[in-house]
């Protein structure tokens, strides 16, 4: 359960179909509550990536509701579109890092592009640096960073607005097991912030080490859903 009893995320009844009649998504309702973690887990082309993409609204649902924080983003007009992703941190396993910025450099710019005045930035880019473990690598570039350090300052990044949710797709797909493992503790800790935790993973070892809620997805369906859960497919 979450702490504090808001529903955080909801799905009534979410189908998503592609042309011609391809199912995404098949009538798939689903309630995460405020500072959840929960894995999304699934063999490939089960519904996983559909799901993410609908709860940052980069997909639309065919036919049903999609709520987040209590805000029905169904419809969700262009406009608010950026509004919802600062109340969403975003961590995908490509890092499009941008090459030629440093780390501070790169953090700094999600904030640059939401017109946040200087001075917070200045503020804001060391707290988050620290909380992923690399102020003391904020000047190197992309290139001189390995996986697991790439992958910190995305999820740095995916920080900077203080999201209500996290949503991690597959951020463990390049690493090996230590770095997968450093990842998953750091939004373990994330978590104990009270930030709710949406890992979409086909990870089982990650999963099954977690011990916390597993939401399995198989045919575009919800095949099983244990709030102590295991990957079972």
Same mark, same amino acid.
């Given at each position: ?9 909801? /799905? ?16 798939? #309702?689903?309630?995460?509550? !405020?500072?959840?973690?929960? #894995?999304?887990?699934? =063999? ?6 559909? /799901? ?6 980069? *997909? ?8 987040? $924080? ?18 969403? @941190? ?17 953090? %700094? ?23 992923? @473990? ?12 390995? $996986? $697991? *350090?790439? =992958?910190?300052?995305?999820? %740095?990044? !995916? ?17 090996? %097991?230590? &770095? ?6 750091? /939004?373990?800790?994330? &978590? &104990?912030? $009270? ?9 089982? *070892?990650?999963? &099954? ?8 997805? !198989? %045919?575009? =369906? ?6 102590? @859960?295991?990957?079972?497919?």
């Amino acid at each position: 359960m979450g702490q504090s009893g808001i529903t955080m995320i909801k /799905l009534e009844k979410v189908t998503k179909i592609y042309p011609p009649d391809v199912y995404g998504l098949k009538d798939v #309702s689903l309630q995460i509550e !405020a500072g959840e973690f929960v #894995s999304i887990v699934g =063999q490939s082309g089960t519904g996983k990536t559909t /799901l993410a993409k609908m709860l940052i609204a980069e *997909e639309r649902p065919t036919s049903g509701r999609i709520e987040i $924080g209590g805000w029905d983003i169904t419809r969700l007009k262009e406009r608010d579109v950026s509004e919802l992703r600062r109340q969403i @941190g975003v961590v995908f396993q490509d890092y499009k890092l941008l090459p030629t910025k440093t780390v501070w450099e790169n953090v %700094a710019f999600a904030l640059e592009v939401a017109s946040v005045p200087t001075k917070r930035i200045h503020d804001v880019v060391p707290q988050v640096l620290k909380i992923v @473990g690399l102020a003391e690598k904020d000047k190197r570039f992309p290139t001189q960073l390995s $996986g $697991g *350090e790439a =992958q910190r300052v995305v999820i %740095a990044r !995916a920080l900077v607005h203080r999201p209500k949710i996290l949503l991690a797709d597959e951020p463990t797909g390049n690493l090996d %097991a230590l &770095n997968a493992r450093e990842i998953i503790d750091l /939004l373990l800790k994330i &978590n &104990n912030f $009270g930030t709710t935790v949406v890992l979409v993973t086909h990870d089982r *070892e990650v999963v &099954n080490g977690l011990h916390r809620r597993v939401v399995t997805l !198989a %045919a575009g =369906q919800v095949a099983a859903d244990h709030s102590h @859960g295991k990957y079972l497919i």
